[in-house]
């Protein structure tokens, strides 16, 4: 069974913090996302990275970047924290094989509170 | 661009009621369409997809045709139940192009006993 794991379900922060958010997928996928969701706007793409080292800025990369070192992992990074960062960050990941016809498999969900 | 336009909701039905989320689309090439659920707590799951155009994607009951001429995919179930309550998002990948999937804003079905 294909899986797609997040490092914490639920995360409350400081405002000016630092926080990782890391995301493990166990079916050697090239492709790795990271999206925020919020009420009303759907999922809006943060980053993308389709191998190691290598990433794309998505719709609204302000505020983030990311660390892809292993294939396997795709970290997600707020260099410092605010309250606007508030939501829920949900993590994807797809195979290149057949492109455009490939299902994206999220993970659980981050619920991340800045205060 | 690519865009995908979902009509809006909370829909609320009662138990055993049909149920119809409007879908249509955009694309610059050629798409392949989804339908991913989202239930209470959870990350997203993929429900049906259709590559082609007049394919009819299926499962758990629920329905969604590829219709080119009017780019559409709606999803349908005959009979709805409580447990499928959920976030539904209707979704594109341009089949040969970007790897990065465009979503709809979801659709909150309410199923009421």
């Known amino acids: 069974d294909v899986k797609v794991t997040q490092s914490s379900r639920y995360l409350v922060k400081r405002t000016g913090e630092k926080v990782f958010l890391e995301c493990v997928q166990d079916?050697?996928?090239?492709?790795m996302f990271w999206y925020r969701q919020d009420p009303g706007l759907g999922l809006r793409l943060i980053y993308f990275?389709?191998?190691?080292?290598?990433?794309e800025k998505g719709d609204i990369p302000e505020g983030y970047s990311v660390s892809r070192e292993k294939k396997e992992r795709f970290s997600l990074i707020l260099e410092s924290a605010s309250t606007n960062q508030t939501s829920m960050y949900l993590c994807?990941?797809?195979?290149?094989?057949?492109?455009?016809?490939?299902?994206?498999?999220f993970g659980p969900g981050t619920r991340l509170t800045v205060l | 661009g690519n865009s995908v336009t979902q009509m809006e909701g909370p829909v609320t039905l009662s138990e055993e009621a049909f149920l119809t989320i409007n879908c249509t689309y955009t694309a610059t090439g050629y798409p392949s369409l989804f339908w991913y659920v989202q239930y209470p707590g959870e990350g997203l799951q993929l429900l049906l997809k259709?590559?082609?155009?007049?394919d009819k994607g299926s499962n758990k009951g629920f329905e969604a045709t590829y219709r080119k001429e009017t780019t559409s995919f709606h999803l349908e179930k005959g009979s709805v139940q409580v447990s499928d309550s959920a976030v539904y998002f209707c979704a594109l990948s341009d089949q040969g192009g970007s790897y990065i999937p465009t979503f709809g804003r979801g659709t909150s079905l309410i199923v009421h006993p």
């Open positions: 994807a990941s797809s195979s290149a094989g057949d492109r455009g016809t490939d299902t994206q498999y």
């Open positions: 079916m050697d996928h090239e492709n």
């Open positions: 259709a590559t082609k155009a007049d």
């Open positions: 990275s389709y191998d190691v080292k290598m990433k």
